[in-house]
């Protein structure tokens, strides 16, 4: 009785430190949220795509086949036409400001624009098109457009389960790493020997007092993506907390384990940022790995935050149950028991 008792306290008095430290509300509960209004604004819901496209004056704007170039390219609604000198839309195309620029020369039409930029591809097939049907091209084959909305297919869907693994790994590493550094340099770890609690209780009880924390920080920002974007799981809700606590439980045995010997904030700083920013780029948080070389893909699959990315996008996008995420949940165990394991063994109270 005595020995759950002392966990219990443990366990309530990591809620309580977290409580009233006004930064970690911050961090935890109103910077995902802020990502996620900022990007959802930004990339979800736009029905029609603009494109930005560079006209520069004093050149010829009529074509051989006598049409108005700048009056056509403006004549779509899909085209943005900036006007200005050589200089300006030059340096407009340098900042991305436009995708492409339109030019004419004796041999005829010229679109200018980066190969390697997506948007300067699509760019340059809409003014082909739009400067062809304006010169009196007919397309033969008749084709119609059937406009339907997917739910879970726009970016904010996508966004969201990342939001939430991204702000599960930095509230448990910085948050529960940098508690145990203040409390070795403020000898208060000496202090919890002295009483009757085990070493092992102030360990489990960082696991288990994130469990608030998590609560918090999932409905925050689940409740949000509900209200200002209509995000809904299309799994259990019950699956996506589950699984969001087994990356809670991974990243805070990691947390404890980086602290394990660190007397130095600084040093605790830099640890966690080592391991928490090159996650962030490649675990797709932001944005799909599809893109990566493969070889990276094999390596990054393999980390915590590509898991618990993996899983809850799964659970949120596919209405994947745990049973089908036993690669995803047999990483994340392993990362919470190894670190554990090691943090007991390496754990200096002094």
């Not at 809700?237 to 969001?244: H, N, R």
């Amino acid at each position: 009785m005595h020995k759950r008792s002392s966990l219990i306290e443990l366990t309530k008095g990591r809620w309580r430190e977290f409580r009233r430290e006004p930064s970690a509300f911050f961090f935890v509960i109103f910077m995902p949220i802020l990502w996620m209004v900022i990007l959802g604004a930004a990339f979800s819901g736009k029905e029609n795509v603009k494109v930005q496209v560079g006209w520069i004056e004093g050149q010829t704007a009529t074509s051989p086949f006598n049409i108005d170039i700048p009056a056509s390219l403006s004549s779509n609604s899909a085209i943005i036409l900036h006007r200005g000198s050589v200089e300006e839309i030059n340096l407009k195309h340098l900042r991305g400001e436009i995708a492409a620029i339109v030019s004419t020369d004796p041999t005829g039409l010229k679109i200018i624009y980066d190969t390697a930029s997506q948007e300067g591809t699509n760019a340059s097939s809409i003014i082909k098109s739009t400067l062809q049907e304006a010169a009196g091209r007919t397309d033969p084959l008749s084709i119609t457009s059937e406009k339907i909305t997917i739910p879970g297919t726009r970016y904010i869907d996508f966004l969201i389960p990342g939001l939430l693994a991204l702000s599960i790994m930095t509230s448990s590493l910085f948050g529960t790493g940098m508690l145990i550094v203040s409390n070795r340099r403020e000898n208060l770890l000496k202090r919890y020997l002295a009483t009757p609690m085990k070493p092992h209780e102030y360990l489990i009880s960082h696991i288990f007092g994130r469990t608030f924390i998590f609560i918090v920080e999932v409905a925050a920002i689940l409740i949000t993506g509900y209200l200002m974007f209509g995000f809904k799981s299309a799994g259990s809700y019950i699956s996506l907390l589950a699984f969001a606590f087994l990356g809670t439980a991974a990243f805070t045995s990691l947390a404890i384990l980086c602290a394990a010997r660190t007397a130095n904030p600084a040093t605790m700083n830099g640890m966690t940022n080592i391991i928490s920013l090159p996650m962030m780029l490649v675990a797709g948080v932001w944005f799909s790995r599809a893109n990566f070389p493969e070889w990276l893909g094999q390596i990054v699959q393999y980390l915590p935050l590509t898991a618990l990315v993996d899983g809850l996008r799964r659970i949120a996008l596919e209405g994947a149950n745990l049973s089908t995420l036993m690669s995803e949940s047999v990483i994340l165990l392993a990362y919470t028991l190894l670190s554990t394991a090691a943090a007991t063994k390496l754990f200096k109270w002094y």
